[in-house]
């Protein structure tokens, strides 16, 4: 396998950069004037922004806070931008380490240990869960586990880094194991623990708005405490997602414009995407959160072994994974891991959204060949009707 690493960081700035200039475009069309600086909340619908140009006072009715959140650090753990890296140093390093440990295997950090372990790294991964990727289905989960071990990647659960001793050019770590302690050495570390809202220094004393464990308390509509102050995103809380942002933003603001008709953010009807290889999708709930609430349920599973795209495309690992009510027909929560199923994840996401029952998805005529099909017949196997296995 050959590759130019440095051309690979460069071509991804070169996105981003497109990408935010796009937005920045966009802001120009709709005539939105931005101010670059500081700001603080002063109370009483009044923002500080501090710039080069000096200060000014903003004054509305309705402000919304837009902060997002940035990596968490583990006391004694912290991140040095060096040896020691947080997500942003993980994505544009000057050159490839040869062998690099994740602390934490959530999806930033299972996308790291992929990606890198894609290049020929040698990648271990370290997390305090008793599995990988613990939001997600157990089940999905284990084959995660299973796919990425047989890719050479080394998995350590309920497993704490308890200290980091940082060399010249590595980065000896302890670690407190189920068997007891061990030594990693690694020429970086990647932390990836979690995210902490941006909520401090941005005047929130000054308001009736609360933060709780660095995220701040908002009501279904993004309302603080404070009238007329709102946050959505990630300083709003779990999940930290782009696209919960983006819909999130767009539900505030037309509350705020007196929009009639509007729905609630459903927390439940976010997808969540693990871009790693293989690929990990979901929405709504897993077997046993449904279970713990209440539901007798009818899963449904169909192997990409079994599907005639899959096979032609020699990517045959993995699985999709329905849940349904038995007693209702509802789509409760949908699960998959394989190729290309952060694109096929939406399906069941409308069909939620539709409140579809397995009657509707089960009569749907699915194209052939195509990996969505893998959908249809996970939805057959919950009733006993699949067709391919």
């Known amino acids: 396998m050959q590759f130019d690493f440095p051309k690979m960081v460069a071509r991804s700035r ?8 796009g937005v920045t475009q966009l802001l120009k069309k709709n005539k939105v004037t931005v101010y670059a600086g500081h700001a603080q909340l002063k109370g009483q619908g009044t923002v500080e922004v501090d710039s080069d140009t000096g200060k000014e006072t903003l004054a509305s009715n309705s402000i919304v806070l837009a902060t997002g959140a940035r990596a968490r650090s583990l006391p004694g753990l912290e991140p040095d931008g060096n040896r020691v890296w947080t997500y942003k140093e993980a994505m544009t390093p000057a050159t490839l380490p040869k062998s690099v440990l994740v602390m934490g295997a959530g999806a930033i950090g299972i996308e790291f240990a992929s990606f890198y372990n894609s290049l020929g790294v040698d990648v271990t991964v370290v997390e305090a869960m008793s599995r990988i990727l613990p939001v997600e289905d ?9 796919a990425f071990r047989q890719k050479g990647i080394r998995i350590l ?15 000896t770590a302890e670690v407190e194991t189920p068997n007891g302690a061990e030594t990693v050495e690694a020429d970086r570390v990647i932390s990836a623990v979690g995210v902490v809202g941006n909520s401090e220094n941005i ?3 000054n308001t009736r708005a609360e933060a709780e464990r660095s995220f701040i ?3 279904e509509w993004s309302r603080t405490a404070e009238p007329g102050l709102y946050a959505i995103g990630d300083v709003a809380g779990a999940p930290c997602l782009a696209h919960k942002a983006s819909h999130e933003a767009v539900i505030c603001v037309e509350k705020i414009a007196g929009v009639e008709g509007l729905e609630p953010l459903d927390r439940d009807a976010v997808p969540g995407c693990t871009y790693s290889s293989p690929q990990i999708a979901s929405v709504g709930l897993s077997e046993d959160r449904a279970k713990e609430q209440g539901h007798t349920v009818r899963v449904g599973r169909f192997p990409f072994k079994a599907n005639g795209k899959a096979i032609a495309m020699g990517e045959t690992d993995g699985l999709v994974k329905t849940v349904f009510d038995e007693d209702t027909g509802e789509l409760l929560g949908a699960h998959m891991i394989g190729p290309e199923v952060t694109e096929m994840i939406q399906g069941y996401v409308v069909a939620r959204q539709l409140e579809t029952t397995e009657h509707e998805l089960m009569h749907a005529i699915f194209p052939h060949p195509t990996l969505s099909e893998s959908m249809h017949e996970a939805t057959l196997d919950a009733y006993g009707k699949v067709l391919h296995i």
Request: aromatic share 0%; glycine share 8%.
């Open 14 to 21: 070169e996105v981003a950069g497109t990408l935010n200039k």
């Open 138 to 146: 157990a089940e999905i989960s284990n084959l995660a586990e299973k």
């Open 157 to 171: 659960t309920d497993t704490r880094v308890t200290e980091l001793r940082k060399g010249a050019d590595s980065v």
């Open 203 to 205: 005047g929130l004393e």
């Open 217 to 219: 308390q908002v009501d």
